[in-house]
């Protein structure tokens, strides 16, 4: 690859003047037009690409954000991946992409990895055990900001959906249409969303005077196959006779769909669904299930405008902790 020095050769001029040119500052240092024209234009057609490593040395500024996940091939990290990486974009910055899978050691290795790049900032939905790893970032005045989930005790900015306020809208909905026996599926991840989520299932059973039968929730282990929580939920099914179900999350939803159907029950004749956060299978599954969605766009433009006003970007922004509302999307599954 060429260097700024050789670039400089070919134009005979200084490699300052090139280094001038290549980082906009032509006008500044009165380079003229048609000589910034003809460095660019050399820079170019040689395929030069300035050292992002050297950059970051001289500057002290990657211009990079490292954004960390629970697993990039769920449709919400999926989708809030992909604004976040446009939003960024409109400030001059680039994304680094991680997939934790909820794996507490990857974690861990993952954010120790990142910061020996020299990353300006952090983008992260937090795993089990990833508090200390977080708080070590702040200690270190790293601009951070925590999406889907926050951890008791730290001070860390975050961005997350009213769990509670979600389940009670799915629960509230299959009240209303007279259910009454109603299962909840969720997992074992030790994280204030899904507490926050089994909290708003037995609050929205009591405050409808309907008793909490521990019997009817089905807890699985996020490390589990698709296949064994399938098999987990149709047991659940076969004992406990629901007269409807809702899933904590998307992926168990799309499981208890498989479960449901296995069994060769109908929705909503013998059994009615909702499901927390949306899933695009769902618009399209006969018949169509409803969903409490989560406001991916909102948390996404929210979690980067937090951080760029760490940055210095923008202005400063107020808001250290945002807690969005659920949208109850209403189908035809109950």
């Given at each position: 690859?060429?260097?700024?020095r050789?670039?400089?050769?070919?134009?005979?001029?200084?490699?300052?003047?090139?280094?001038?040119?290549?980082?906009?500052?032509?006008?500044?240092?009165?380079?003229?037009?048609?000589l910034?024209?003809?460095?660019?234009r050399?820079?170019?057609?040689?395929?030069?690409?300035?050292?992002?490593?050297?950059i970051?040395?001289?500057?002290?500024?990657?211009?990079?954000?490292?954004?960390?996940?629970?697993?990039?091939s769920?449709?919400?990290?999926?989708?809030?991946?992909s604004?976040?990486?446009?939003?960024?974009?409109?400030?001059?910055?680039?994304v680094?992409?991680?997939?934790?899978?909820?794996?507490?050691?990857?974690?861990?290795?993952?954010?120790r990895?990142?910061?020996?790049?020299?990353?300006?900032?952090?983008l992260?939905?937090?795993?089990?055990?990833?508090?200390?790893?977080i708080?070590?970032?702040m200690?270190r005045?790293?601009?951070?900001v925590?999406?889907?989930?926050?951890?008791?005790?730290?001070?860390?900015?975050?961005?997350?959906?009213?769990?509670?306020?979600?389940t009670?809208?799915?629960?509230?909905?299959?009240?209303?249409?007279?259910?009454?026996?109603?299962?909840?599926?969720?997992?074992?991840?030790?994280?204030?969303?899904?507490?926050?989520?089994?909290?708003?299932?037995?609050?929205?059973?009591?405050?409808?005077?309907?008793?909490?039968?521990d019997?009817?929730?089905?807890?699985?282990?996020?490390?589990?196959?698709?296949?064994?929580?399938?098999?987990?939920?149709?047991?659940?099914?076969?004992?406990t006779?629901?007269d409807?179900?809702?899933?904590?999350?998307?992926?168990?939803?799309?499981?208890?769909?498989?479960s449901?159907?296995?069994?060769?029950?109908?929705?909503?004749?013998?059994?009615g669904?909702?499901?927390?956060?949306?899933?695009?299978?769902?618009?399209?599954?006969?018949p169509?299930?409803?969903?409490?969605?989560?406001?991916?766009?909102?948390?996404a433009?929210?979690?980067?405008?937090?951080?760029?006003?760490?940055?210095?970007?923008?202005?400063?922004v107020?808001?250290k902790?945002?807690?969005l509302?659920?949208?109850?999307?209403?189908?035809?599954?109950?």
């Amino acid at each position: 690859m060429i260097s700024l020095r050789q670039i400089a050769k070919k134009v005979g001029v200084s490699p300052a003047s090139v280094s001038f040119v290549l980082n906009g500052r032509h006008q500044e240092m009165r380079i003229s037009p048609k000589l910034t024209e003809k460095i660019k234009r050399i820079a170019k057609k040689e395929g030069y690409h300035p050292n992002q490593a050297a950059i970051t040395l001289r500057t002290g500024k990657s211009k990079i954000i490292g954004l960390v996940v629970d697993t990039i091939s769920g449709s919400f990290f999926a989708a809030l991946a992909s604004i976040i990486e446009s939003e960024v974009e409109k400030f001059g910055f680039k994304v680094i992409y991680c997939s934790t899978g909820n794996s507490m050691k990857k974690g861990k290795d993952l954010i120790r990895m990142l910061y020996q790049h020299q990353l300006d900032g952090y983008l992260i939905i937090p795993t089990e055990g990833m508090n200390r790893d977080i708080q070590l970032l702040m200690d270190r005045k790293k601009p951070l900001v925590l999406m889907d989930s926050y951890f008791a005790g730290t001070k860390a900015p975050y961005v997350m959906v009213n769990n509670m306020s979600g389940t009670s809208m799915g629960m509230n909905y299959l009240v209303e249409k007279g259910y009454k026996r109603i299962a909840f599926v969720c997992n074992n991840l030790k994280l204030i969303q899904m507490k926050d989520r089994i909290k708003g299932y037995r609050k929205t059973l009591e405050e409808n005077n309907i008793k909490v039968d521990d019997h009817l929730i089905c807890t699985t282990r996020f490390s589990d196959s698709k296949e064994t929580i399938t098999s987990q939920i149709s047991e659940l099914i076969t004992a406990t006779k629901p007269d409807a179900i809702m899933f904590a999350a998307n992926y168990l939803g799309v499981c208890g769909l498989d479960s449901i159907r296995s069994l060769g029950l109908s929705i909503p004749n013998d059994i009615g669904v909702v499901c927390f956060d949306d899933h695009e299978l769902f618009r399209f599954y006969n018949p169509a299930i409803t969903s409490v969605q989560q406001p991916v766009e909102e948390i996404a433009k929210t979690a980067v405008n937090m951080l760029m006003a760490q940055l210095g970007v923008i202005e400063h922004v107020e808001l250290k902790h945002a807690q969005l509302q659920p949208t109850l999307i209403e189908r035809y599954s109950a």
